[in-house]
């Protein structure tokens, strides 16, 4: 089979990296373009690319996906298959194109949690199974026939960046077993079923990341552990922003929630609705993360 591959995060490296130690053809990567980063602006390129260039596979990273030039350099590959993995919506010239169709890696067991931040939020949301899911493409987004899924549990303990590595190598595990189905045309697809009680995976803005401490302590356990390492819950102490990383709780009632208590014998806790949140690791604003003596130090 010829492979045209999409991606751009290091999420889609894991996967690139299998399909080419498997000896499948990839014989062009598609990824972001250059963009600047860091406090000089220096062009900086995608995950997937440094990935790319260093196994020598073509390179295309087209700035738009309808332009005729992109189109015609992608009709001259002549793929039998396309896998996208974290990388933006494609046009329907562009997935519809392979005869074998262009197959997806989405960190969800769909049809729950379609959207842009799957894993911040099952964590979020409290969930104790979360998973992987190949399918193939259609118009609408992460709506497309299942090929294969792989449940992952997610610990008590887990943040986003645990979680993200464990989905990471499970789904480069599953692109190999579904590639391995497609390449031997031995496979069935599944409808997926929508019910209203499905959740969903929306972009994470500002306004999720604020907590409010008139909620129950797990509510806002997880979404702690839902926002890290990126881009991090905070609350405002003293007029300035306080992102949390990382902490535990204690029940205890009877509480103004908003409440700070400083070496009580914790450095440094917060009332929320049942209790007590203790941080661990937190970052004051324009200050780097610190472990929470130090933020305590910081204030004496």
């Given at each position: ?79 039998d298959l396309q896998i996208i993995i974290a990388f933006r919506m494609l046009p329907e010239p562009v997935w519809s194109l392979p005869p074998l169709g262009t197959l997806n890696l989405h960190a969800s067991l769909l049809p729950n ?188």
């Amino acid at each position: 089979m010829r492979i045209v591959f999409y991606g751009t995060p290091e999420f889609a490296v894991a996967s690139l990296q299998k399909i080419i130690d498997q000896g499948f053809n990839v014989v062009a990567v598609v990824t972001a373009p250059d963009r600047p980063a860091g406090r000089g602006m220096h062009l900086h390129q995608s995950d997937v690319k440094t990935f790319a260039l260093a196994h020598n596979l073509r390179v295309l990273q087209p700035t738009n996906l309808k332009s005729p030039q992109f189109m015609e350099e992608l009709k001259s590959l002549k793929p039998d298959l396309q896998i996208i993995i974290a990388f933006r919506m494609l046009p329907e010239p562009v997935w519809s194109l392979p005869p074998l169709g262009t197959l997806n890696l989405h960190a969800s067991l769909l049809p729950n949690y379609r959207g842009a931040a799957p894993i911040n939020w099952a964590i979020i949301n409290g969930e104790t199974i979360t998973g992987v899911t190949t399918f193939f493409l259609k118009h609408l987004i992460d709506t497309g026939n299942i090929l294969m899924q792989q449940e992952v549990e997610i610990l008590k303990d887990d943040d986003v960046g645990i979680l993200h590595d464990n989905l990471m190598n499970v789904g480069s595990d599953l692109v190999i077993k579904s590639l391995k189905k497609i390449e031997a045309s031995h496979y069935v697809t599944t409808p997926q079923v929508v019910l209203t009680e499905h959740k969903h995976a929306p972009k994470i803005f500002t306004p999720h990341c604020e907590i409010n401490w008139n909620q129950a302590l797990l509510k806002i356990h997880n979404l702690i552990r839902g926002l890290s390492p990126y881009p991090g819950a905070f609350t405002h102490y003293q007029t300035k922003i306080l992102k949390i990383y990382k902490g535990y709780y204690q029940q205890d009632y009877g509480l103004i929630p908003g409440t700070v208590l400083i070496n009580s014998p914790e450095p440094f806790k917060i009332a929320g609705l049942d209790g007590w949140y203790c941080p661990t690791l937190v970052q004051p604003e324009g200050k780097r993360k610190m472990p929470i003596e130090d933020f305590v130090n910081g204030l004496k």
